[in-house]
């Protein structure tokens, strides 16, 4: 489909009391759709008088005319009224102009829409109503925001068919809250925030060394002693330690909460069980299954980094009480997919455990060029991890050291090192999700000036590096192309402790990461997306989001 730049005007905006002057709605948005064909004709005026209209009995697509209410109401000050259409029946002519939300096969792309606007109107249809859901953003994104204390007389919107659809399927945003946990109400303003910038994957890192997040039934020690550490370390090498004990966990009823108001929004929420490293919270409770035995003093962590003690490879209680654990965790999200990890798994404690040792001799694993007997291990651990998962119906997301230690192809390769993986897994026939923590690790400093930016990780990612980023490296190969399935941005959270910053920390650079995950590698200027992102920024100051307004 053919990209037409189109420039439709500027924002005129003219406020000299509680009503302004009739402003212009853009197309050009973030993410930029991929093609606006202006085409001849009047303006469609969006006023307070407008409906918009639904098919009748379709709850997924009053839910989207719902948020398109709210959205001009939040933009505009005006709140159009919704109402029910029969979509078998005949249309009117001659009605009173509306916004009218309809289903069409003909939009090939399930999450693809097309946005017709006329002076008798605006149709918006997708295949599915999540396709109608991401043109309700670009509307949202093209009507101007007005100041709070204004209405707009009208909006204009220019007469135009816009042909959208994503590039990739799985865009997706990591947030850690096993490191710090953050509130209810951060996690939906994370999501909101993924709404926005036409994200639909949540991945939600609710384990790690430091904190134990997720309630379970079946054993609820986990819990009790994994989700709270006693203090926590102020910096990043110093051993002093804030003396303060920190922790909390989500409910099961809690989880349930986040996942519909995901669900609502067209946002697939996938959970990161992350084994069998970053698991001191879960030895702390159930000691048995690490490598040294019952009687070793595990604590929840009060530093942050990769520990030495992980679980045992070489015990059977060991899977046993994972496949327990993944037995809640399967019948508490729906996702199809459940990310186990693998990353960062040290192996001394395997080396020297007899346990493990004897289990690779069991095995027969040996060492070679590519992975020590050990590392092969992790791929025997792997992949009985990822058959539980299978015989209950789901799939294995695992970071890319799960490739090296020889994981079926079953198993989705998540990358977060650089290309070699991206190339690597897609060519051996594993679907990879694309990441990088050179451009995507968003809790990284978006300045160069240290000083001037809250205390961080520590490396620094400008705005414009992360824009740079390109997934699809040319060593894949054209008919492993398809493997590629997405591209994911990431908010570790080791010193990210509040919503306030966790929300400072991805705006703007959300922005440029929704742009390699939507539009077209050929679309991608960065000299144009800047004024883009521009008039984007108003809604950021709407909904109260801190921001780097100094991006580099």
């Known amino acids: 489909m053919k990209f037409f730049a189109t420039v439709l ?10 009503m302004a002057e009739t402003a212009q709605a853009r197309y050009d948005v973030v993410p930029l759709p991929l093609s606006v064909e202006s085409v001849k004709g009047a303006p469609f005026l969006l006023t307070p008088d407008v409906k918009i209209l639904y098919p009748a009995a379709d709850e997924a697509m009053e839910r989207n005319a719902g948020f398109l209410a709210g959205y001009v109401a939040d933009n ?10 029969n979509p078998a029946g005949k249309q009117k002519k001659g009605g009173a102009p509306a916004i009218r939300l309809g289903l069409d096969s003909k939009v090939e792309n399930s999450e693809g829409y097309r946005l017709t606007v006329t002076d008798k109107g605006v149709e918006l249809a997708g295949s599915t109503p999540a396709g109608v859901f991401y ?88 819990t009790e002693k994994g989700s709270m550490r006693k203090e926590t370390i102020c910096g990043r090498v110093a051993q002093v ?29 996938i959970p990161e069980i992350d084994m069998p490293g970053h698991m001191v919270s879960l030895l702390a409770s159930h000691p048995e299954v690490g490598c040294l035995g019952a009687d070793a003093p595990y604590q929840v962590s009060t530093h942050f980094g990769p520990h030495i003690d992980i679980l045992c490879a070489g015990k059977e209680e060991t899977f046993a009480l994972v496949e327990d654990i993944l037995d809640e965790v399967c019948e508490l999200f729906p996702s199809e997919y459940i990310n186990i990890g693998g990353d960062e798994a040290w192996k001394q404690r395997w080396e020297q455990c007899p346990d493990c040792q004897a289990r690779i001799k069991e ?49 989705t390769i998540m990358a977060w090192h650089g290309f070699d993986y991206i190339v690597n897994g897609a060519n051996e026939g594993h ?23 809250p205390f961080l990780i520590g490396k620094y990612l400008p705005l414009s590096k992360t824009y740079q980023y390109e997934p699809m490296d040319e060593r894949v190969l054209p008919e492993n192309r398809h493997h590629v399935i997405g591209v994911q941005g990431f908010v570790w959270g080791e010193f990210i402790d509040n919503a306030n910053l966790m929300t400072y920390q991805m705006l703007p650079r959300m922005a440029a990461v929704s742009e390699s995950q939507w539009i077209q590698p050929e679309q991608k200027l960065y000299h144009k997306f800047l004024p883009r992102l521009q008039r984007l920024t108003p809604l950021y100051d709407r909904y109260s989001y801190p921001w780097c307004r100094r991006w580099e």
């Open 9 to 18: 005007g500027a924002v005129a905006l003219s406020v000299t009391g509680a």
């Open 76 to 85: 505009l000050g005006f709140t159009p009224a919704i109402e029910a259409y």
């Open 135 to 222: 043109g309700v953003q670009t509307l949202r994104k093209a009507i101007p925001v007005m100041p709070r204390d204004s209405v707009a007389a009208a909006v204009e919107l220019p007469a135009a068919v816009v042909a959208d659809e994503p590039r990739f399927h799985y865009r997706g945003m990591l947030l850690d809250c096993g490191r710090y946990f953050l509130p209810m109400d951060a996690v939906k303003q994370f999501i909101d925030l993924m709404v926005m910038h036409n994200m639909n994957t949540f991945h939600w890192h609710l384990t790690d060394d430091q904190g134990w997040r997720l309630e379970l039934k079946r054993h609820p020690e986990v």
């Open 241 to 269: 330690y804030d003396g303060k004990p920190h922790g909390g966990f989500y409910s099961q009823d809690d989880v349930k909460e986040i996942l519909k108001y995901a669900a609502d929004r067209h946002i697939t929420v």
């Open 363 to 411: 095995l027969g694993l040996k060492g070679d060029e590519r992975a020590s007997a050990e590392h092969k291990l992790q791929g025997y651990f792997t992949k009985r991890v990822e058959k539980m998962l299978n015989e209950r119906g789901r799939k294995a997301i695992g970071w890319e050291e799960i490739f090296d230690a020889g994981v079926n192809p079953s198993t």
């Open 431 to 453: 679907d990879v999700i694309a990441g990088s923590s050179e451009y995507n690790y968003l809790d990284y400093y978006q300045r160069q000036n240290k000083d001037e930016e």
